[in-house]
C-alpha cells in the first residue's frame, strides 16, 4: 500500500510510545497518531481508519478526525487567514489549515478572498507532496453542479464567485435542496462593481439556457432600478456646488460606469425620470437641479 497524504486509509495500530501517541503501519511504512488526532479508546492490533497529512515538521502523519475533502474531490472551504507572502488558509475541518497559495489566486489584490469568504478548491499535492489547494475550475465543477429549473426565471438567489475575469463574474448559484448548485455568469455589464473569489453575492436571474446554466444580474429589474438609480444621482446633485454635475445623456459610458457604477442606458433611464419630474434639467452637457440651478 502506498501511503499519500490526503488520503484515509484503514491501518493497524502496531504500538504506543509515550508521550507521543500511537504508531500506526501498513506493513512497510509507520506513521504517528498522535493523542491529539485519537478518537475514543484503541489498543495495539486494531485496525483503524485515519485520513493522512503531513505535521508542521513535514513527517507523515494520522488523524481519525474527518476532513471536508480528500485528495482530487472540491469543497466549499472557509478563509481562516491570509499570510503576506504565501497565501490564503483554509479550514478543512481538522483544527488545521489548507494553503490555497497565491499563485492560484488573481494577481489583482481586489480579488483575492478575504477571510469568511467560501472559495470551491480541490485539494492536491505540491511538489514536495505536501496538501494544498487549487481553486476548482469548470472541468472540476461541471460534474457536481445541477440545471437550473424553469422556477428561477426572475428569482433571487445567492451565489459565491469561483472565477472573476473582466468579461463577467462565474459563479455557483446555491441550489439548496438541488445539491452542489448551478453554474451562472454575470456579465460585467450586470455588475454593480467588481467581485472577488469566494465573495458571496446576491443576484438575479433573468436567463436559463439549454444547458441548465443560469444568466444573472446584481442589478433590479428596469423599472425599480430606475427608481433607485435616480435616487443615487440626486443624491449626488445635492451634494455639487450650485446643484450642478458636468455629465448627461452625452457622457461617455465610461465615465458613466466609473462614476456611478451603472450603465450608460440605466444612467439615461434614471435621468430620463429625474426630468419627467421636474427636478432636474440639461444645458451644454451638464445637468442641473432645477431648484439649484446656477
Partial sequence: MSLQAGTIVSLEVAREVS???????????????????????????????????????????????????RLGEVALLEVADIHPRFGVFLDMGLGRQLLLPYRELPEMKELRPRIGDRVYVVMAHDRQGRLMAKLAGENELTPLVVRAPESWKNQWKTAIVYKPLQMGSFVIVEGGVLGFGVI??????????????????????IHIREDGRVNLSMRLPKEKSRVEDSDVILAYLQERPNGAMPYSDQTP???????????????????????????IEQKENWTHLKDKKS
Fill in 19 to 69: 508521550p507521543y501517541g500511537f504508531f500506526l503501519t501498513d506493513g512497510d511504512r509507520d506513521v504517528l497518531l498522535h493523542y491529539t488526532e485519537k478518537e475514543g479508546d484503541i489498543e495495539p492490533g486494531q485496525r483503524i481508519e485515519v485520513f493522512l497529512y503531513y505535521d508542521t515538521e513535514d513527517r507523515l502523519a494520522a488523524t481519525m478526525k474527518k476532513p471536508l475533502l
Fill in 184 to 205: 451562472g455568469l454575470i456579465h460585467s455589464k450586470e455588475r454593480t462593481r467588481l467581485l472577488r473569489v469566494g465573495e458571496s453575492v446576491e443576484v438575479r436571474v
Fill in 253 to 279: 459610458a465610461d465615465i458613466i460606469s466609473q462614476r456611478f457604477n451603472m450603465s450608460k442606458s440605466a444612467f439615461k433611464r434614471a435621468l430620463g425620470k429625474l426630468m419627467k419630474d421636474g427636478l
